[in-house]
């Protein structure tokens, strides 16, 4: 091992895993009433399928829930990333 991927390596694996996770979340204003969203598990099926195109990801890996909070309704998407295969030479 050389000494620069000795002092470097740290840092490619914090931010391998930082790559391996995407978390996304968006807030508005809850306005009205209503039991609960009926679009998650669509979103959550249009999320697998968008995101399959581009990364081989386990359908489990993607988590979609709302949360209320005092007057707002927050969205958050977790999205757990493969770890991906090193090349040869890189």
């Known amino acids: 091992m050389s000494l620069l991927s000795y002092l470097f390596g740290e840092k490619k694996r914090t931010a391998s ?7 996304l979340i968006i807030a508005r204003e809850h306005v009205g009433g209503g039991d609960g969203p009926d679009f998650l598990p669509d979103l959550q099926r249009d999320l697998i399928q968008v995101i399959s195109k581009y990364v081989k990801v386990n359908p489990d890996d993607i988590k979609v829930q ?12 977790n999205i757990v990333l493969p770890e991906q295969e090193r090349q040869p030479g890189h």
């Open 66 to 77: 709302l949360e209320k909070q005092d007057n707002y309704e927050v969205l958050e998407v």
């Open 17 to 23: 895993i930082a790559k391996e996770r995407l978390q």
